[in-house]
């Protein structure tokens, strides 16, 4: 298979036997149909999951020929190694983007040139996996995401996040000593540059989204992640995309370019982690009230928890029912005295 997008980027045109397809990922493979005719298997099988699983975790396709007269039959071929993260990784930094391509695309003349970007902000976030009272969580650098009843784009507006988040309390670069619950929100430069190093601590693969951006993925690594590891950044064709995987105990480093003000949601792609605190929101201020950057609330808004809605005005008073004309006035009569004399 010719291996040709993914996720709205055009990527440099591989031929690949196999495919890693990430939770939340998507690619674009255009298959040519030049064998024998006959039928022929296509497999979707699980990697990195428990091995008594991995029979069970698979999906059996059938490519069938028009003109075919033989039937897939006989065992289903093995695949890579599914515990083979060395194969996996390579295969990731192979993906690039087709920079020859006439799609619409950032300009290399441009800002968009990651090559020559001024980084603004670092962020480097790190997954866990807690027990407190008696249940589990999962957190971004020790803190469980705790969704609150307001939600927060209703509360910025409105409130200025007072009484429903913190800002800038978030620890950004490192984990705090013991794992604790809250609502935090992180500033993003609007128009700045974000480079964002994703660990992965846990035994598992992990994969996260970014909504409202795409992210230029410049970096995977196995171990710990330092400020050395960027001089092995790929910085000149980095795909771009909004899902991105991060290995067992490796990390994932991206650049974002923040253009898009608004409250955006950075979270475990995985239902689970999700579910269980392992988001964070980043709020791109422009003081800019331009609408056609950031639309203002609709007129039939909803409101919420802290917001409540405005008193609405009275409603006018009704018309006067207009009554009967009045009578018309009578002619006044002239008494005239006559005296005799």
Request: net charge neutral; hydrophobic share 35%; aromatic share 12%.
């Amino acid at each position: 298979m010719l291996l040709v997008e993914t996720e709205g980027s055009y990527t440099n045109q591989t031929t690949l036997n196999s495919l890693d397809v990430h939770v939340g990922q998507s690619y674009s493979v255009l298959v040519t149909a030049d064998q024998d005719a006959a039928d022929y298997y296509i497999v979707a099988s699980a990697k990195m999951a428990n091995p008594t699983q991995l029979k069970t975790l698979q999906v059996v396709g059938v490519l069938h020929y028009e003109n075919s007269t033989k039937h897939a039959d006989g065992p289903i071929p093995n695949g890579p190694d599914p515990f083979d993260v060395d194969f996996s990784i390579n295969q990731a930094r192979s993906i690039k983007w087709n920079l020859t391509t006439g799609a619409a695309r950032p300009n290399p003349q441009g800002s968009f040139n990651v090559s020559n970007v001024t980084l603004s902000q670092t962020f480097v976030l790190q997954n866990s996996l807690n027990y407190k009272n008696g249940m589990i969580n999962y957190a971004i650098n020790n803190v469980s995401y705790d969704t609150p009843q307001t939600p927060l784009k209703l509360a910025d507006y409105y409130l200025n996040g007072a009484g429903v988040y913190e800002l800038d309390k978030f620890p950004t670069n490192h984990s705090l000593p013991e794992n604790v619950y809250g609502t935090f929100v992180v500033s993003g430069e609007h128009k700045g540059w974000l480079e964002i190093v994703f660990k992965n601590e846990l035994h598992e693969m992990d994969s996260w989204h970014l909504d409202g951006f795409g992210f230029f993925v410049v970096g995977y690594g196995l171990k710990n992640w330092t400020p050395k590891s960027r001089h092995k950044y790929n910085i000149h064709d980095p795909i771009v995309r909004s899902t991105v995987q991060v290995y067992p105990k490796g990390w994932t480093a991206v650049y974002v370019y923040l253009d898009n003000p608004g409250m955006w949601n950075l979270r475990s792609q995985k239902l689970k982690n999700w579910f269980l605190g392992q988001e964070l929101y980043i709020r791109v201020y422009d003081s800019d009230p331009n609408p056609a950057k950031e639309h203002i609330p609709p007129k039939n808004l909803l409101y919420c928890g802290s917001v409540q809605a405005p008193p609405s005005a009275p409603p006018p008073s009704p018309k006067p029912v207009p009554g009967p004309p009045p009578a018309p006035a009578k002619s006044a009569s002239i008494i005239t005295t006559k005296t005799l004399w």
